[in-house]
């Protein structure tokens, strides 16, 4: 099959089995590069390992630390006609890394929220891990089946408290455009709070913990986007980052509960970047693609795999990290800073469909996008027949 990128709307429907390689093999060469994380951890599980910053933390676990890692992710499988989806890919990808470096690793395709795949990769654990020091909570998902009521709860991408209207980019058509975004009921606040928030966290920590899986002085981390005025009205102040104040919550709450094995539980601030959850929201492409070109211009930007090889270098595994006013690991402080904040303001302001591609970095963004479905790497030969059946 010769596969060509599919685009519709935020997202790219098919994926490219050997630039989905390309990308996990080049985070796994930059890790490898950067050296061994000192004191890292040994035993690894991963929620949602396949693509963005779950799959950056993995590979930072894997080739970083050594680390046995176990990782859960929700992927399509290919089939003779129709590709995987990317994260599938990369996850077939990640186990041919580690095999070659003589890593041990396992995965598990399904439904993160239930308690059937919580149970399995505790049987998997217990069988082969023996007691984990690393839980890395990296879901993002638009639903979740409540295990215990069956209900399923959608969340919502909208502002808290009165309508906003802002400028946005369209990646399918390279279009910007105004958006209305009318405020979001108690309802929609509540439910992407149960989606996005920290419930299934300290569920996944509870049954670890009562199966006797968790080693003393585990630590555990959800990522987080805080950001600043910009995103701050469709996101930080908004139904998702309601979500977000929750993982705070939960953090503490998780401290508190697990003192008994002296659990460290901190939520990650990490800076914004294009993932296929990023994708999604209003406003973040088009803020993106602007603080590309700044941090670009200022030698200061990061993908995935930086922003998660700093996480573990100076921020999990360090005695003493940066925290953000809410105790948070912060990382995100070369995106939010005054200087930089105040250089974005200012293209924001004067951004327009005709100069976008001249004042944002387009090429930057649309690369990157591109490049989470394999497409767009020089080395890859799109004009090849691949078999899309690649399995794991
Ligand atoms: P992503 O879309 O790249 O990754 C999501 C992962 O979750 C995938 O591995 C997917 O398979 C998995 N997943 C989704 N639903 C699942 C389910 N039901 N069961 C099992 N696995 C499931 O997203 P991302 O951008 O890497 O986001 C990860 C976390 O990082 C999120 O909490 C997000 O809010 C946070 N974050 C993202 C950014 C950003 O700019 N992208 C910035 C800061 C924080």
């Given at each position: 099959?010769?596969?060509?990128?599919?685009?519709?709307?935020?997202?790219?429907?098919?994926?490219?089995?050997?630039?989905?390689?390309?990308?996990?093999?080049?985070?796994?060469?930059?890790?490898?590069?950067?050296?061994?994380?000192?004191?890292g951890p040994k035993n690894v599980l991963v929620v949602g390992c396949s693509t963005g910053y779950g799959l950056a933390s993995r590979i930072t676990a894997a080739f970083g630390s050594g680390a046995h890692t176990v990782g859960v992710c929700f992927e399509k499988e290919p089939s003779e006609k129709?590709?995987?989806?990317?994260?599938?890919?990369?996850?077939?990808?990640?186990?041919?890394?580690?095999?070659?470096?003589?890593?041990?690793?396992?995965?598990?395709?399904?439904?993160?929220?239930?308690?059937?795949?919580?149970?399995?990769?505790?049987?998997?654990?217990?069988?082969?891990?023996?007691?984990?020091?690393?839980?890395?909570?990296?879901?993002?998902?638009?639903?979740?089946?409540?295990?215990?009521?069956?209900?399923?709860?959608?969340?919502?991408?909208?502002?808290?408290?009165?309508?906003?209207?802002?400028?946005?980019?369209?990646?399918?058509?390279?279009?910007?455009?105004?958006?209305?975004?009318?405020?979001?009921?108690?309802?929609?606040?509540?439910?992407?709070?149960?989606?996005?928030?920290?419930?299934?966290?300290?569920?996944?920590?509870?049954?670890?913990?009562?199966?006797?899986?968790?080693?003393?002085?585990?630590?555990?981390?959800?990522?987080?986007?805080?950001?600043?005025?910009?995103?701050?009205?469709?996101?930080?102040?908004?139904?998702?980052?309601?979500?977000?104040?929750?993982?705070?919550?939960?953090?503490?709450?998780?401290?508190?509960?697990?003192?008994?094995?002296?659990?460290?539980?901190?939520?990650?601030?990490?800076?914004?970047?294009?993932?296929?959850?990023?994708?999604?929201?209003?406003?973040?492409?088009?803020?993106?693609?602007?603080?590309?070109?700044?941090?670009?211009?200022?030698?200061?930007?990061?993908?995935?795999?930086?922003?998660?090889?700093?996480?573990?270098?100076?921020?999990?595994?360090?005695?003493?990290?940066?925290?953000?006013?809410?105790?948070?690991?912060?990382?995100?402080?070369?995106?939010?800073?005054?200087?930089?904040?105040?250089?974005?303001?200012?293209?924001?302001?004067?951004?327009?469909?005709?100069?976008?591609?001249?004042?944002?970095?387009?090429?930057?963004?649309?690369?990157?996008?591109?490049?989470?479905?394999?497409?767009?790497?020089?080395?890859v030969d799109y004009e090849a027949d691949v078999n899309p059946k690649v399995n794991w």
């Open positions: 099959m010769i596969i060509k990128p599919k685009i519709r709307g935020f997202i790219c429907t098919n994926a490219h089995p050997v630039g989905c390689a390309e990308n996990v093999h080049r985070q796994v060469e930059f890790v490898k590069q950067q050296g061994a994380v000192a004191d129709r590709t995987g989806t990317a994260g599938w890919y990369n996850t077939a990808a990640f186990h041919q890394e580690a095999e070659k470096a003589g890593l041990n690793y396992h995965s598990i395709n399904g439904d993160a929220f239930s308690d059937e795949i919580k149970q399995e990769t505790i049987d998997y654990i217990k069988q082969h891990m023996g007691k984990i020091d690393l839980v890395v909570y990296s879901l993002a998902s638009p639903k979740r089946k409540d295990p215990e009521s069956g209900e399923v709860y959608s969340s919502t991408l909208k502002p808290v408290g009165q309508a906003y209207t802002t400028k946005t980019y369209h990646t399918d058509k390279d279009e910007v455009h105004d958006i209305s975004l009318e405020p979001a009921n108690d309802d929609e606040i509540a439910n992407t709070v149960k989606v996005m928030g920290g419930e299934d966290w300290e569920r996944w920590i509870k049954q670890l913990h009562d199966a006797g899986v968790l080693a003393e002085g585990c630590q555990t981390t959800a990522y987080t986007y805080i950001g600043k005025k910009l995103t701050w009205p469709i996101y930080g102040h908004a139904t998702i980052g309601r979500a977000k104040e929750d993982l705070d919550r939960a953090a503490a709450a998780l401290r508190d509960q697990y003192s008994d094995i002296d659990l460290s539980a901190y939520v990650s601030s990490l800076k914004a970047l294009v993932t296929q959850a990023s994708s999604a929201i209003p406003v973040m492409p088009l803020y993106i693609s602007l603080i590309y070109r700044v941090m670009k211009e200022e030698g200061t930007h990061e993908g995935c795999i930086e922003q998660i090889y700093r996480l573990f270098t100076e921020g999990l595994y360090q005695d003493n990290p940066t925290l953000d006013e809410a105790g948070r690991l912060y990382m995100n402080g070369y995106e939010t800073n005054e200087k930089t904040q105040a250089k974005v303001e200012a293209l924001w302001d004067q951004v327009t469909q005709e100069n976008f591609h001249e004042l944002a970095d387009y090429a930057g963004y649309h690369q990157d996008f591109l490049r989470l479905f394999g497409f767009g790497f020089d080395n």
